[in-house]
């Protein structure tokens, strides 16, 4: 059975920490378990991870706690800057809870992933983890919280922003101002309004600060450091192919690899908030293997070994060893891009070639018109996650489609799609946004990918320079028949913000003052090319 109980941690400062504990039937001790998070700590991230019960059944003391100012916890919120100090302050508490073996690990994601590696112990064995599992998550604010492509991330930036900000009102018992948030969020009008909700509600909160500042000037951004004694635990890293957190998983396993650390790597088939049945086996197994008394003679890896890295393939579901010669390997494939200037009228003109012929040929106008934008769907900054069908997408004037010959074999797609494209516009911004696609034999199922944007400000809009462009990280098998299509759009609203063409900062929809932009695409020496999903290092 079960016992739930709850306790305080006091820190330096004088701050009360609230946990709320999940101990095992018995005297133990047990290997401990922390979660450290901002949504309350009853909640214990269960949209994405058993209960904390179910780990306290397998024999773990787990503890989840509210993060300083955000549920029962006093002090105030200031979001990832808080979380080193207290951090190191909680793991050390957590080593000397009653019923402890004295060992801790540590998981969950987002926001309880960077919690795992924000910590200020340095090299003091106490207040690092023994092992650690950060799920969805990355050390820099700019390119893994806030933007991609020099664009914010609109609609799920603003979402989570206000989702923070709604917090704070029910702590400060401003039960008008939550239910205001609340109805935006529910009735879809938060991605015009949720500026000015931020502003009013949460007006020194990190999610308004991101959106305010320019992810182009990289001097404004915070990039956060993970101690190389923590980066060299054992780490098990967890990632989705639909999640916007994955380049920051990438960068996590390149980083600890630095730092002479061996992380295990578990990539699947998901979005930020749908696991298809979780993880919950495989991270039970992993702390069993770390954190069990005595440790298991099995739990470190031999001498030179390679971490384990499990792909799931979404087309099939099916798991895949990297590196494991009897599994698909990564293909060097490219394309070059071609049209006789129809590609934005007829979504079957425009041709991608292989890289083998002619470096791409012809000339595409698309004109943005901000009265009606393209719209942004699915991928992996959509609300609404994940592969989508977007057929009638590409059927519009200001969306170029280039498409491939029907494949002659099965075609497996493992790492990132880089498109290289001389671009100008008529205006001092604009935006690129470009979808990959696979699509049926009688050309009526177009279904999405891969997807991803770049944002170009007044120093790059006049000069037809080659632009790069990448997209979200895949693997997936198409199959024999199918066509592949590139899709190429000025804009990908809600996604990201839609560009007034002024040079001014993106910051919502379309408003009076937005300039119709027309982009040239000169296809001349134009690539897309599939690159490796992890570098030799």
């Known amino acids: 059975m079960v016992r739930t109980l709850d ?5 330096a400062d004088g701050v009360l920490l609230e946990s709320r504990l999940w101990q095992p039937h018995g005297d133990g001790p047990w290997p401990v378990l922390v979660m450290r998070q901002p949504y309350g700590r009853a909640i214990a991230s269960i949209v994405t991870y058993a209960h904390p019960s179910w780990y306290a059944g397998h024999g773990f003391l787990v503890v989840v ?16 800057a808080q979380e080193a100090a207290d ?31 924000l910590n200020s112990g340095g090299d003091d064995d106490a207040a690092l983890p023994d092992c650690l599992s950060p799920a969805m998550c990355g050390l820099d604010e700019r390119l893994h919280w806030a933007s991609e492509g020099g664009a914010h991330w609109w609609a799920l930036g603003l979402g989570w922003a206000l989702q923070l900000a709604a917090e704070g009102c029910r702590r400060r018992g401003d039960e008008a101002g939550w ?7 529910q009735q879809g009008q938060f991605t015009d309004e949720g500026l000015a909700l931020l502003e009013r509600h949460d007006p020194t909160g990190m999610g308004l600060r991101w ?4 992810p182009s000037r990289l001097e404004d951004w915070t990039l956060h450091t993970a101690a190389p004694a923590l980066l060299r635990r054992p780490m098990l890293l967890i990632g989705g192919w639909h999640d916007p957190h994955l380049n920051g998983v990438l960068d996590l396993r390149a980083r600890a690899r630095a730092a002479g650390g061996s992380p295990e790597l578990v990539i699947g088939a998901w979005s930020h908030l749908d696991w298809n049945g979780g993880l919950d086996s495989t991270l039970l197994a992993f702390f069993r293997r770390h954190l069990q008394d005595p440790p298991s003679p099995s739990a470190a890896p ?3 070994a390679e971490a384990p890295i499990r792909l799931q393939c979404c087309a099939t579901g099916t798991w895949h060893s990297a590196g494991d010669p009897s599994e698909p390997q990564e293909t060097a494939i490219a394309w070059s891009l071609h049209s006789g200037g129809l590609a934005a009228i007829r979504c079957d003109e425009g041709e991608l070639r292989p890289a083998q012929g002619p470096a791409g040929s012809g000339v595409v106008v698309l004109v943005h018109d901000p009265w009606r934008p393209a719209p942004g769907r699915g991928g992996h900054l959509g609300l609404v996650p994940g592969p989508v069908q977007r057929a009638d997408l ?14 002659e074999h099965d075609l497996w797609l493992l790492g990132t799609f880089r498109l290289q494209l001389r671009v100008s516009a008529d205006q001092p911004s604009f935006d690129l946004c470009a979808a990959l696609s696979e699509v049926s034999p009688d050309g009526q199922s177009v279904r999405q990918l891969s997807t991803g944007v770049a944002r170009y400000g007044p120093r790059e809009s006049a000069a037809a320079g080659y632009r790069s462009l990448a997209l979200q990280p895949l693997a997936t098998l198409v199959a024999a028949g199918q066509r592949l299509r590139m899709s190429l759009a000025a804009a990908a609203w809600p996604l990201i913000a839609v560009n007034p063409g002024d ?35």
């Open 65 to 80: 706690q509210d993060v300083r100012g955000r549920g029962a916890s006093e002090g105030h919120f200031d979001g990832f």
């Open 211 to 214: 959106l305010r500042q320019d």
């Open 394 to 407: 590409d059927r519009r004037a200001d969306v170029a489609c280039f498409s491939t010959a029907p494949l």
């Open 179 to 185: 239910r205001q948030i609340r109805r935006s969020l």
């Open 87 to 117: 951090g190191a302050a909680t793991i050390r508490w957590a080593r000397a809870l009653a019923g402890s073996n004295g060992r801790v690990g540590t998981y969950g994601f987002s926001y309880q992933g960077l919690t795992q590696l």
């Open 302 to 304: 031999p001498p030179n």
């Open 7 to 11: 306790a305080t941690l006091q820190l």
């Open 503 to 537: 040079g001014s900062l993106p910051a919502g929809g379309s408003g009076p003052g937005h300039r119709v932009i027309s982009l040239t695409l000169d296809l001349h020496g134009s690539r897309l090319g599939l690159e490796p999903l992890i570098r030799a290092n």
